[in-house]
T-cell receptor, first 115, second 115 residues
Framework: KAGVTQTPRYLIKTRGQQVTLSCSPI?????VSWYQQTPGQGLQFLFE???????NKGNFPGRFSGRQFSNSRSEMNVSTLELGDSALYLC??????????????FGPGTRLTVL | GQNIDQPTEMTATEGAIVQINCTYQ??????LFWYQQHAGEAPTFLSY??LDGLEEKGRFSSFLSRSKGYSYLLLKELQMKDSASYLC????????????????WGLGTSLAVNP
């Protein structure tokens, strides 16, 4: 089985721009979760999508949004980028999702740098 | 509030045993995960505990005490490849939040295994 894939792997943007990140889960997995990872804050949960619906949400501002398509692929969008948005963005897929026990499989991440 | 504490760094010798502790405070508890993350790579699942006690999986074991808000990851027969960051994550299910759940992550413990 192919693993979780994320594109692009690296992005450089400037303040005020917007960005869209993509995640393709493992085949058959219906849940996709997004995380932001920074050295100072560690891994922080953004949101989880399951069967095209946002099921769980972290404490990020509305500039961070996402969606999931019928094939379970997910996109995350960040608008009006700020310097503090520079981070590694990870997505993770699982068969069941956060509601039930099921390990999450992480993608390699997208490294976003905001200048 | 919600908080997860782990030591920032630990050092151990090849062949030895090391215990990485994790204490947590969350509004609801619905399971605890341990993940391993090598530098520049995505986290990979190690273990899951939802009931008190010890879960053993090869060289790795994880222990949970819900009453104490405490878990540890035990690594035996350390190998050089075990040098990595070890992340403790708690699935939080806040009261009055319906089915909303999220994973709260510690900052990770960076383990260096020396020859």
């Amino acid at each position: 089985k192919a693993g979780v894939t994320q594109t692009p792997r690296y992005l450089i943007k400037t303040r005020g721009q917007q960005v869209t990140l993509s995640c393709s889960p493992i085949s058959g997995h219906r849940s996709v979760s997004w995380y932001q990872q920074t050295p100072g804050q560690g891994l922080q949960f953004l949101f989880e999508y399951f069967s095209e619906t946002q099921r769980n949400k972290g404490n990020f501002p509305g500039r961070f949004s996402g969606r999931q398509f019928s094939n379970s692929r997910s996109e995350m969008n960040v608008s009006t980028l700020e310097l503090g948005d520079s981070a590694l963005y990870l997505c993770a897929s699982s068969a069941v999702g956060l509601a039930g026990y099921n390990e999450q499989f992480f993608g390699p991440g997208t490294r976003l740098t905001v200048l | 509030g919600q908080n997860i504490d782990q030591p920032t760094e630990m050092t151990a010798t090849e062949g030895a045993i090391v215990q990485i502790n994790c204490t947590y405070q969350t509004s609801g508890f619905n399971g605890l995960f341990w993940y391993q993350q090598h530098a520049g790579e995505a986290p990979t699942f190690l273990s899951y505990n939802v009931l008190d006690g010890l879960e053993e999986k090869g060289r790795f074991s994880s222990f949970l005490s819900r009453s104490k808000g405490y878990s540890y990851l035990l690594l035996k027969e350390l190998q050089m490849k075990d040098s990595a960051s070890y992340l403790c994550a708690v699935r939080d299910r806040p009261p009055n939040a319906g089915n909303n759940r999220k994973l709260i992550w510690g900052l990770g413990t960076s383990l260096a295994v020396n020859p």
